[in-house]
């Protein structure tokens, strides 16, 4: 009879313990638009160091997701690299050296795209976000942000990206742009129409790779 | 007319309206004069009553309090000090037990010296044999005349050289003698260096019995006024709970501080075993939550340990379990403490490995050159010195349970005299509250008669005017008479 009793309060122990737990998730998903198309895939070095950053800064629990940025956009198999780490740190970090040999091994391979298709790749972006249930959801993209489509592909739609934070990294100033600085401002704030339309949390642009620090947290 | 201006008399004029206004309520206000004041005066009754009785009531309540707190505050020294006294009288009895169990065996010991010493003082006193009786003899013969007798001469000499001989076997047995006593007296010393051990002994254990005894005395005096409740013994115990509480304070801080580096020892580590994702609260990881938990449960085996060595008594509950129990009790929160004391080391020894393995990684990221490894011997120091934190501080957070007595103990003095300290300090507050209405009711009262001074002006001449007349008419009859 104690013995039961024992048994009862412990379980009861267990589900107060449990209903106490923060059911909300903490854990932070980023996905990495990397543009491989035209010039801009002389950059890649620059994503490498992105990619660290990342790897260096992301905590067991959370996610990470690198994706080339090419002619379409929109697949499954445009990701590079993937991965949920795991909440054991000793096992995160194997997860880590994996990641960033998959990675590297991208960076000797990739080669350049004719159109650059960064609508199809946030929409592949947001879905993923979404499917990881994480609390904290980040976009980067590491490209120029000139989109190019081909004739065939449609993208002129209202796109979802519900509490998602949107950073564009490196934007490049092109040719055009140096002629005309309104193009590029131009290009920046219909990016940042867009993406507040599609209900991002935040829009944001980061040139300098060497502040780093602010890809992750909010302004 | 705006709507603002609808009280003016005399358009975009304010103040002539308003005087025109004053004057004309003037007769009504000095005609309420009396309703006003009335009005005025229960008002401040109104406001000001509640707020003197409640600072009457709590008055009376921190009196109680502070007899209440008195009461504990005696009860509590009265047990101290008589846990003092009882200690004293088992060191007593110990000491008796102890030095004055021997007693019998030392004072046959010291009479058997002193037996030892007198027989041989006895024996000091044998004086040597006394010179023959032929010395007259030879006096006699001294005196008897030669007169150049050959024979007497030869007899005298004879006599004489015999007379050497026995003068010097005489001196020899004199000698022999002497020496002896002086053989006596040296073997003396021995035994009276005895007697001045034994009487040291003798000694230095009454002086310790009388320093003790004087130490219950003092404390039997404390006990005493303690029982007589007086002011004296109560400041004093007051200013004693003061003191501990602040070094109980202190010594809890700089626990906390032992606790908090134990703590950032385990916690890295202890996402490993638990998980580094999961959430208590926003900013709370259960890992963290787990590394308090194996602190918490370590200070909790080092109470059970405390209290079942007595050195505490928070629980009365061990304190009245029996002797059996209590040492199984000891034993088990000694093992659990010890293992826990293990895990933490080894804890210690895997946040060592975590920390660089992820700088490890860190590097491999960073992708620079990677520095020359340290000394082996020297990269083993911190780990060794981590170890040998995380499987110390658990013992040592153990003797938390002393001050945490002290801290509780005291808390209740302590705090008992700074609420009563608030409760009339609340007081004070209610009763300034209520004077200020009330006198705050009567200034206003003068402040309405001042507005109406021209009619109690007039009032007063008519007054004066009247009781003059009435004095007149008073006078008249009188006069008359007269």
């Known amino acids: 009879m104690t013995k039961r009793l024992l048994v009862v309060a412990l379980f009861g122990l267990l589900a107060a313990g449990s209903a106490c737990t923060d059911q909300r998730s903490h854990s932070h998903a980023v996905y990495l638009l990397v543009d491989t198309s035209g010039t801009y895939a002389a950059e890649i070095k620059k994503a490498q160091v992105i990619v660290n950053y990342l790897l260096g800064t992301l905590q067991p629990g959370d996610s990470l997701a690198v994706a080339r940025v090419k002619t379409r956009s929109f697949s499954e198999k445009d990701i590079i690299a993937k991965a949920t780490f795991d909440n054991q740190p000793s096992r995160a970090n194997v997860q880590k050296r994996v990641f960033r040999e998959q990675f590297d091994t991208f960076v000797k391979t990739v080669g350049g795209s004719a159109y650059t298709d960064i609508t199809g790749g946030l929409i592949q972006g947001a879905m993923f976000l979404n499917e990881t249930g994480a609390g904290k959801k980040t976009i980067l993209i590491f490209s120029d942000m000139q989109e190019e489509l081909d004739k065939t592909t449609i993208r002129d739609f209202p796109i979802k990206m519900n509490g998602i934070r949107v950073v564009a990294v490196n934007v490049v100033k092109l040719k055009t742009d140096n002629i005309d600085p309104r193009k590029y401002m131009g290009r920046l704030e219909a990016w940042q129409k867009r993406v507040e339309e599609a209900g991002a949390s935040e829009w944001r642009v980061i040139n300098d790779i060497e502040r780093l620090d602010a890809l992750l947290s909010k302004s | 007319m705006t709507g603002s201006q609808f009280w003016m008399i005399w358009p975009e004029n304010a ?47 921190a009196r109680d309090m502070r007899e209440r707190n008195k009461a504990v505050l005696i009860a509590h020294g009265r047990e101290e000090v008589g846990q003092l006294i009882e200690r004293e009288f088992e060191r007593i009895g110990a000491l008796v037990t102890r030095d004055l169990e021997g007693y019998p065996a030392l004072q046959r010991k010291l009479l058997e010296e002193i037996t030892k010493v007198e027989e041989d003082y006895k024996k000091c006193g044998e004086v040597p044999p006394s010179p023959p009786s032929w010395v007259e003899a030879v006096t006699a013969i001294t005196k008897v005349k030669s007169d150049g007798n050959e024979m007497v001469q030869r007899i005298l000499e004879e006599i004489k050289r015999s007379v050497h001989t026995i003068h010097d076997k005489a001196i020899g047995e004199y000698r022999r003698a002497y020496e002896s006593r002086h053989k006596i007296l040296n073997g003396f010393m021995p035994f009276w260096r005895s007697l001045d051990k034994t009487f040291g002994q003798v000694d230095k254990k009454l002086t310790g019995l009388q320093d003790t005894s004087s130490k219950i005395d003092a404390q039997m005096e404390k006990y005493e006024q303690i029982n007589k409740k007086t002011d004296k013994a109560e400041h004093a115990l007051t200013v004693s709970a003061f003191t501990q509480f602040a070094i109980a304070t202190l010594v809890l801080l700089i626990a906390a501080g032992g606790a908090l580096i134990n703590f950032k020892l385990i916690a890295l580590p202890m996402s490993e075993m638990v998980g580094a994702g999961d959430y208590i609260t926003a900013s709370l990881r259960t890992s963290e939550v787990a590394a308090l938990v194996i602190i918490f449960v370590e200070a909790t085996m080092g109470l059970f340990v405390m209290e079942t060595l007595r050195i505490t008594h928070l629980f009365p509950m061990i304190a009245n379990i029996s002797e059996r129990m209590r040492r199984r009790m000891f034993w088990a929160a000694l093992i659990f403490l010890t293992i826990l004391a293990g895990i933490e080391a080894a804890l210690a020894l895997m946040r060592d490995m975590l920390i660089a393995d992820k700088q490890a990684l860190l590097q491999t990221l960073a992708a620079t050159q990677q520095a020359a490894p340290a000394d082996p011997l020297l990269a083993r120091i911190p780990t060794v010195g981590q170890m040998l934190l995380g499987f110390i501080l658990p013992f040592a957070l153990a003797f938390v349970a002393i001050p945490l007595e002290s801290f509780m103990y005291s808390a209740r003095t302590v705090g008992g005299a700074a609420l009563v300290m608030l409760v009339r300090v609340f007081a004070f507050v209610l009763r300034v509250l209520g004077n200020l209405v009330r006198q705050l009711c009567r200034v206003l009262i003068t402040l309405y008669d001042v507005t109406i001074v021209i009619p109690l002006l007039i009032e007063r001449v008519v007054k004066a005017a009247r009781s003059s007349g009435d004095e007149a008419a008073e006078s008249r009859p009188i006069k008359r008479a007269a």
């Open chain 2, 15 to 61: 103040m002539l309206s308003a005087l025109i206004l004053f004057v004309i309520a003037m007769p009504f206000l000095y005609a309420a004069r009396k309703l006003v004041h009335d009005f005025f005066r229960s008002v401040g009754q109104m406001v000001g009553g509640p707020f003197r009785l409640g600072a009457r009531w709590l008055f009376a309540g």
